[in-house]
């Protein structure tokens, strides 16, 4: 058998477009983790997968080499544990809900979450905005409480597949964020580290996520379940239209609000229909609910309080204030808010979810540099989708900001965000495809 390509020699033919073998690239990315190798060399090959494209078997090479990074855990033994996966999106408060959703049906719950990248919000961000929340469990911390409380959700930190946090820093640092087999790859490693057998994951397309296409997100979707199922993992996906924001708020606290709304039994059609449907096919894929029963039974965990209920008492297990969930006063919130108005009369065709991200995101509810401080309260609230017809000085948005100077910047920048036209527009389906084991 061939020696491995030395780590130089991967880069030099991936930016030709000549073949590399997969032994050769999880050699160079186990030479990048061990300090071998530099992050300017990684650097550059993420650049290359960008524009060159990555083969399947590179995804899945990368992704062992990251899982063999650091430990991983084992949760079969446990019950039946499942994990909220998703590749991120602008307004995604859906995961917020679907993991007590979950929990609520039976599923103990064991979600290692990240932060934010690019400018699609984060998990972690997110609950992060409510008073006390500790998202940076232990891993024995984070197995006893999804074990005794039903769900645990807790950033990854330095022991289960490093690596992966390291590579999005980075990836987000040289605007590398949106290959296809990079999202797959640090995906699919974060899901099999995390040790829960059964996993719902929730892919993104448009331009509020980081995948443009449904092709592309299907794909990932697809390398995903190809690096998990030989660890013994069920993962089902559904891949959902992100061109415009998923929800009405975005920003950390305000989707902890809009996560609350659902939670109460009302709040944004969207984000209850891809909580119900993450939910109901995680009980599906850990066993507690039969094939085809899945999203009715967590609608009916929404209407009868169980499912509010269990997020309350997963936020005091994690020492956050669980009024959040009922009472709007007990998250923080901006001094500030800027209507952004209907230029003239139309018809709404279409809100781009990354210059809406993007708002938000110089606003602080995301990062511009890795070492930036999030700002709980910074966002925008989205009042209209495509297919609306609006008037002139109708509010389309909603900014949320500390200052006089941020918030009007943030409502010009807002503006371009919103393609109004004459003629009527259609409504966007929300949700692109599905499959998955026992789909």
Do not use: Y
């Not at 797959?184 to 057998?197: F, H, Y």
């Amino acid at each position: 058998m061939a020696a491995p390509l030395a780590p130089v020699e991967v880069l030099e033919r991936s930016r030709r477009g000549e073949p590399v073998d997969a032994a050769s690239v999880e050699a160079f990315v186990r030479s990048w983790l061990g300090g071998d190798s530099s992050d300017a060399l990684m650097s550059a090959w993420c650049m290359a997968a960008c524009l060159r494209g990555m083969e399947p078997e590179h995804a899945e090479a990368m992704a062992r080499a990251l899982v063999g990074g650091g430990e991983r855990l084992e949760l079969g033994a446990l019950g039946p544990v499942g994990e909220i996966g998703a590749t991120g999106a602008v307004g995604d408060a859906a995961p917020l809900v679907a993991a007590p959703l979950a929990a609520a049906l039976g599923v103990m719950v064991a979600t290692t979450a990240e932060r934010g990248l690019g400018h699609t919000g984060g998990m972690i961000d997110k609950l992060e905005a409510i008073p006390g929340f500790d998202a940076d469990l232990s891993l024995a911390a984070f197995v006893r409480q999804a074990r005794d409380t039903g769900i645990a959700v807790t950033a990854p930190g330095d022991r289960l597949a490093p690596g992966v946090r390291r590579l999005a820093a980075l990836r987000d640092a040289t605007g590398t964020i949106s290959a296809p087999g990079l999202v797959a790859a640090s995906m699919a490693a974060g899901l099999v580290a995390g040790g829960a057998p059964a996993i719902a994951l929730q892919v993104g397309c448009g331009s509020g996520a980081l995948l443009a296409t449904r092709d592309e997100a299907e794909e990932a979707a697809r390398r995903v379940a190809a690096v998990v199922a030989p660890w013994g993992r069920t993962l089902r996906w559904t891949v959902v239209d992100a061109d415009g924001p998923l929800g009405r708020a975005v920003g950390n606290a305000l989707e902890v609000a809009e996560a609350a709304e659902v939670l109460r039994g009302a709040g944004h059609a969207g984000v209850r229909e891809l909580a119900t449907r993450l939910a109901g096919d995680l009980a599906e894929a850990a066993g507690v609910a039969p094939v085809g029963e899945g999203r009715a039974r967590a609608r009916a965990a929404l209407g009868d309080g169980t499912a509010l209920a269990t997020a309350e008492r997963w936020v005091t297990a994690q020492g956050g204030d669980p009024a959040v969930w009922t009472d709007p006063g007990a998250l923080p919130a901006a001094p500030l808010r800027i209507d952004v108005e209907a230029p003239r009369d139309g018809h709404v065709h279409r809100v781009d979810g990354r210059a809406v991200g993007e708002v938000a995101r110089w606003l602080g509810a995301g990062r511009l540099h890795p070492m930036q401080s999030i700002d709980p309260v910074a966002g925008l609230e989205v009042l209209v989708a495509a297919g609306d017809t609006v008037d002139e000085g109708q509010p389309l948005a909603v900014v949320h900001a500390r200052d006089d100077g941020a918030g009007a910047r943030a409502r010009d920048m807002a503006e371009a965000a919103f393609h109004i036209g004459e003629t009527a527009a259609d409504a966007r389906p929300l949700v692109l495809g599905e499959g998955g084991g026992d789909a």
